[in-house]
């Protein structure tokens, strides 16, 4: 069970990244898929979920509006499209998996994990 998330870097503040979380296709096929991310200092917060179909997402009230979770199941690949970002959104961001969609935007009860990916946004 693998999930790698890429993507991340180095952008001013209003500009715009895409992240991608691509799984094996054991973890991804019928697996809700989660965003989190943990600045610098601060504990793993959650950022956005979506279904393992695709026709559900969810995210918190701070990136509403400005980021949009999508996947692409023949690619086994999530991704997280963030516009408008703000010093605030610097921070190493994770993606998740797990079979239940109750459990993928809970950091203590997620199953699976993949490794973070820096971003870093100036002012």
């Known amino acids: 069970v693998q999930l790698q998330a890429s993507g991340g870097g180095l952008v001013q503040a209003g500009g715009s990244l895409r992240l991608s979380c691509k799984g094996s296709?054991?973890?991804?096929?019928?697996?809700?898929v989660g965003w989190f991310r943990q600045p610098p200092g601060q504990e793993r917060e959650f950022v956005a979920t979506?279904?393992?179909?695709?026709?559900?997402?969810n995210y918190a009230e701070s990136v509403k509006g400005r980021f949009t979770v999508s996947r692409r199941k023949a690619e086994s690949t999530v991704y997280l499209l963030m516009n408008s970002l703000k010093p605030e959104d610097t921070a190493v961001y994770y993606c998740a998996a797990d079979s239940d969609p109750r459990r993928v935007s809970i950091r203590p009860l997620v199953t699976y994990w993949g490794q973070g990916t820096q971003v870093t946004v100036s002012s």
């Open positions: 979506i279904s393992w179909d695709g026709a559900s997402t």
């Open positions: 296709r054991r973890t991804s096929s019928n697996n809700a």
